[in-house]
């Protein structure tokens, strides 16, 4: 799966959010935004397709919690816990 192609899934699954994203020199910073303009990190995802889990708006947390090629949208939730490491 490609980042675009992850941000359309993210689109038709959360109707009342809309997804964008914005490439920095290392990551690409995808940004969820409510119905009220209000915008946040949704996820950080590097050049190589690794997914991170926001540390602020401006840094990851450290370690992959998921890939483009393996993330299951479906189990994807709006809120960003599917970013929390497990075990």
Do not use: H
């Not at 914005?22 to 940004?31: D, E, H, M, S, Y």
């Not at 919690?65 to 599917?82: A, C």
């Amino acid at each position: 799966m490609t980042l675009t192609e992850f941000i359309t899934a993210l689109d038709a699954r959360f109707a009342d959010y809309a997804f964008s994203f914005t490439q920095g020199a290392k990551f690409t910073r995808v940004i969820i935004s409510d119905r009220y303009n209000s915008r946040s990190v949704f996820c950080f995802v590097d050049a190589e397709g690794n997914i991170l889990k926001p540390a602020s708006w401006k840094t990851p947390a450290k370690g992959i919690r998921s890939t483009l090629v393996t993330v299951d949208v479906t189990k994807v939730d709006q809120f960003g816990s599917w970013l929390y490491r497990r075990g």
